[in-house]
């Protein structure tokens, strides 16, 4: 088939180009830096499609440039929308990109490409909101975003199931694996021998290994789930506690010292998001770190189940999470990340 996606360089956007690529697809890309595509992929054209088994396109854009948009949808069987803000000024600038160029994105995406078999939606979790420990989400569950790179995300939702469009939405808790620089972070701190969590660390989340979530989304092209919403995670819940024991363990498994754990007192957590926030705004830098987001970290839980999900595509994602922590520490192992 032929493939569009944005968002192809970023985490996620990548190891869902290199799914689509191993399963066959003719891919092309709208991309804000060639360069970078070119260090990402292999057989990119331009410049070397003829030497290439699986050309790999590249429309340099952004969600703003509607010929760019136009051309790289033209003709396509599947739109993969990838491309979003995690990190942003203000409410306004979240919703203009993750909910109004949504929108856009579809409207061209519908005129461009008249036989449009799915518009596939990468929302989050986020968009879904928190629930309570030991009740994970599912589909039946109302939306109660409780930050606005959530409300964001769910504008984008409700910009896709409105459409007239054959759609699917998929929301991912969190995603970690290969290339990812936020859980990173979590990777850095375990090195040095500590491990942070908010309160009491009994807070219950849910994850998926990035390339599960990419093998995911490829078969959601052709699987019956037009016009529906859906969980994409591991069965394996964890805490936040547990998952940074666990970062530790994938990095220094045969640590003879324990690592020195820090539970952040929610109140300090929300008076440093609140001063970090502060900061970006008079720098009028973006950040993920705000007031806004201690809604986010500080919740009883971010778990959900995807029952749903393995039951239209018939496969559920194998990595727990033991084995995606070690496969992520050897890559940034390999790449001189650690």
Avoid at 136 to 158: H, I, M, R
Avoid at 216 to 221: D, E, G, H, I
């Amino acid at each position: 088939m032929k493939i569009f996606v944005t968002g192809g360089t970023g985490f996620v956007g990548s190891h869902l180009v290199d799914a689509l690529r191993a399963a066959g697809h003719d891919v092309c890309l709208l991309v804000r830096d060639v360069t970078k595509a070119e260090r990402l992929f292999t057989h990119v054209d331009p410049p070397s499609a003829a030497a290439a088994d699986l050309p790999l396109r590249l429309v340099k854009g952004d969600l703003d440039d509607l010929e760019a948009i136009r051309s790289g949808c033209k003709g396509v069987d599947v739109v993969y929308h990838v491309a979003g803000l995690t990190a942003a000024r203000n409410k306004e600038e979240f919703l203009a990109i993750n909910g109004h160029a949504t929108r856009t994105l579809i409207q061209v995406a519908a005129q461009a490409a008249p036989g449009l078999q799915r518009f596939v939606f990468v929302s989050s979790l986020a968009a879904a909101g928190p629930t309570r420990r030991g009740v994970p989400l599912t589909e039946q569950s109302t939306a109660q975003p409780v930050s606005d790179y959530g409300w964001s995300k769910l504008a984008g939702e409700e910009a896709v199931k409105s459409s007239g469009l054959p759609w699917t939405v998929v929301r991912p808790p969190t995603v970690y694996g290969p290339r990812d620089r936020e859980v990173f972070k979590v990777f850095k701190l375990a090195r040095r021998g500590f491990v942070l969590f908010f309160g009491d660390g009994s807070q219950e989340l849910s994850f998926i290994y990035a390339p599960d979530l990419a093998e995911w989304l490829v078969r959601l092209a052709s699987a019956d789930t037009e016009r529906s919403v859906y969980f994409a995670s591991h069965d394996e819940i964890r805490t936040s506690k547990e998952f940074a024991f666990a970062v530790h363990q994938a990095i220094r498994p045969d640590a003879s010292k324990k690592p020195l754990a820090i539970g952040v007192p929610p109140a300090v957590a929300r008076g440093v998001l609140w001063m970090i926030g502060a900061g970006a705004t008079a720098l009028r830098k973006r950040t993920l770190l705000t007031a806004n987001k201690a809604n986010e970290f500080l919740a009883d839980a971010w778990t959900c189940r995807s029952e749903a999900l393995k039951r239209v595509t018939r496969w559920q994602p194998p990595t727990d999470l033991a084995t995606g922590l070690q496969l992520t520490a050897a890559w940034y192992r390999e790449r001189g990340w650690l």
